[in-house]
């Protein structure tokens, strides 16, 4: 069994999972141990069930068979494996991104009282971005027409996505000489699992740059149109203070935690849960209020609009329901444990599923449709009102851990911070960068697993980036975990970043972390590099930028898909532990190495954060040796016991 150290750096998790030990409740930590150990063919992706003379396992040193049934070899059933992984993850997301678009329909057609175009000036920039007329139109006209040309964008069968105009020259120019062009964002998930059943594509070349279109068909397709709708839908983020971690549940009031991805709801939540009716409904029953609060990335949205706190990140889900303080878990799509149900039997709290694609054995289940959102928003309020007046103050136990941040950046919001509301421009960023001051930008994102102590890996990492002047921007459960360990605050550039990247945060009044949002977000990583090209001086295209990507404590499929979305578009990533690619000696070396000629980036895998930080740096640092720039402006001290800090701090 896994120490207690060894479970989470988390002094608020730990806690609760003092409590579950005691009360013998299991989490995800103790069912990884019941796994024992895990199978290496599955880990190496040795495995093919693709059709039914298998499954067949295979090695490529003579350990058991070379070949499957089929003939199927080592390095095909490893790069058929990868693509069909980077399939799902690409349908995750670009899933999200159709809802969001439905939802945009739904509220320019006026079918709903609660969408409403919120980004006024988003949907104008897209709007004359993708040639749709202003002229005498409504908005509504407007958000019609666009929401239509995005839709569309999911069947497309001819042509290419339009967002990859916004991409440089230089990277299109790869794509189109790699065969990775991306096109219709379904179509290319289901060519990816067509090409992947039986007896189609045995080449791993061709399987893998396959691969590669299906990730940058989420990357410059769903998931950058599920952010830019959600912009224009529910309003464009601006910097905030909130709060994060177990104890901004509250012992006196109806506590509410969103769970999953879809903003949809969410949304809708928060007006609900300040809906001056139902407030005294809760009061009548004896709650002080109710307190929305949230988990993974659904919270990370309505934190970047609304302020609304962060009860936890992805391994924080069944401890928040441990706390016996939350009336309802509303979950959606993605990352939401099967277990989250069990709960149920030990504490009052009410899980409600809504998503028609996400049914829960012993849930009660609120089928969500954007026409009657509000009805759905406000019948869960309820239900959440009634749950509280079954709560068991005696198993009530919230850890007293709670952390400030400041949330709500975007590639706008950077520009706009940076250069003057008057005068947005990424021209200072780039100034900074060229001078030294800051040595580059790294986009740190993704889970938790429990393979990993929660947060250690994001924690460490992100220190040791500041601390060597490399300004990171996050998302997803990474940015959650730094914003409980303190990082995501102007004061933690005094006390982490370098002294460049301190001056920079100072003058600026920024973190040196920034927080962009949801793991649909990583979109905003690309086109704020897309700014940064654009504005010149720090290189033509994206993969001579001193910028790097990493996940270090990545379980999901979606982000395999983010990895390969960004190494296709030019930008090397680290990752903890390795892709489950290392049974072919092949593919390993495509990714690690062959695929800088293809996009001039390439995949690594380092599971200890500092050096994989030290690998970040180092790749940022050949980057400005590349383009003549000087080294950073200021010494970093770098000695061993530097490293061990950074790790253990
Ligand atoms: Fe085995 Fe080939 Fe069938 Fe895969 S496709 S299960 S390798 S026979
Ligand atoms: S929620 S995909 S655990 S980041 Fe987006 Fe967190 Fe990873 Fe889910």
């Not at 039986?198 to 940058?216: F, I, K, N, Q, Y």
């Not at 905003?524 to 001193?546: N, Y």
Request: net charge negative; aromatic share 6%.
């Amino acid at each position: 069994m896994a120490e207690r150290k060894q479970r989470s750096v988390d002094p608020a998790s730990l806690e609760m999972l003092d409590l579950a030990a005691a009360a013998e409740i299991q989490t995800a930590w103790d069912r990884l141990d019941a796994q024992k150990t895990q199978c290496r063919f599955g880990r190496e992706g040795l495995c093919c069930r693709h059709c039914f003379m298998g499954p067949c396992r295979v090695t490529e040193d003579g350990r058991g068979a070379q070949q499957g049934v089929c003939g199927a070899t080592a390095d095909t059933i490893v790069a058929r494996n990868l693509l069909r992984h980077i399939a799902a993850g690409t349908a995750a997301h670009s899933d999200h991104g159709r809802e969001i678009v439905r939802a945009l329909l739904v509220a320019a057609e006026g079918k709903s009282p609660v969408y409403q175009i919120r980004g006024r000036a988003k949907l104008h920039a897209l709007a004359d971005e993708f040639g749709i007329s202003r002229e005498g139109r409504s908005d509504n006209e407007i958000a019609k027409e666009l929401g239509k040309l995005l839709l569309d964008e999911f069947g497309k069968q001819d042509g290419e996505l339009v967002n990859t105009r916004r991409a440089p020259e230089a990277q299109q120019k790869n794509w189109a000489r790699s065969g990775g062009v991306p096109r219709g964002i379904d179509r290319e998930v289901v060519t990816g699992l067509h090409t992947t059943t039986m007896g189609v594509d045995s080449d791993p070349e061709h399987l893998l740059l396959a691969a590669a279109r299906t990730a940058l068909t989420d990357g410059w397709g769903g998931s950058m149109i599920g952010t830019d709708v959600s912009d224009v839908l529910f309003g464009q983020p601006h910097p905030l203070r909130a709060r994060v971690n177990l104890g901004v549940l509250k012992k006196d009031e109806v506590n509410i935690l969103v769970h999953g991805h879809e903003p949809t709801l969410s949304d809708v939540m928060v007006a609900a849960t300040r809906d001056p009716a139902l407030l005294a409904e809760a009061r009548a029953k004896g709650a002080k209020g109710i307190n929305l609060a949230g988990i993974c990335c659904t919270a990370n949205e309505i934190l970047m609009r609304h302020g609304v706190p962060i009860a936890g990140n992805f391994l924080q889900q069944e401890l928040a329901l441990m706390t016996g303080a939350v009336d309802v878990m509303l979950v959606d799509v993605q990352c939401v444990f099967p277990a989250l149900t069990e709960f149920q039997r030990c504490f009052h709290t009410k899980v409600i599923s809504t998503s028609p694609k996400a049914d829960f054995r012993e849930t009660l289940h609120l089928p969500f449709h954007e026409e009657t959102a509000w009805e759905t928003a406000k019948q869960i309020v309820r239900e959440a009102i009634d749950a509280f007046t079954r709560r068991e103050q005696g198993k009530v136990h919230i850890p007293d851990i709670q952390q400030g941040l400041v949330a709500g950046f975007t590639k706008e919001v950077v520009s706009e911070i940076l250069g003057g509301r008057y005068r947005p421009s990424y021209r200072p960023l780039n100034d900074a960068i060229q001078a030294g001051r800051i040595r580059g930008v790294a986009g740190v994102v993704g889970c938790n697993n429990p393979k990993f102590p929660q947060d250690e890996c994001h924690l460490a990492m992100v220190k040791e980036l500041i601390r060597n002047e490399v300004l990171v921007v996050q998302t997803g459960c990474s940015a959650i975990a730094c914003g409980k360990g303190g990082l995501l605050t102007p004061e933690a550039a005094e006390r982490y970043a370098g002294k460049g990247l301190q001056e920079v945060c100072r003058a600026v009044g920024i973190p040196p972390v920034l927080h962009l949002g949801s793991c649909v977000d990583n979109s905003r990583i690309l086109t704020a590099c897309a700014e940064m090209v654009a504005e010149g001086g720090i290189g033509d295209s994206f993969d001579k930028l001193p910028v790097a990507g990493a996940a270090p404590e990545w379980m999901s499929e979606k982000a395999i898909t983010i990895g390969m979305y960004f190494v296709a578009s030019g930008i090397s990533v680290v990752i903890g532990q390795s892709l489950p690619v290392e049974g072919s000696q092949f593919v390993v070396n495509f990714l690690t190495r062959t695929l800088e000629k293809h996009f001039g980036a390439t995949w690594a895998f380092e599971p200890d954060p500092v050096a994989a930080a030290r690998r970040m740096i180092d790749h940022i640092d050949r980057k400005r040796a590349d383009l003549s720039l000087p080294p950073p402006m200021y010494e970093v001290p770098y000695a061993p016991q530097h490293l061990e800090a950074a790790a253990t701090a």
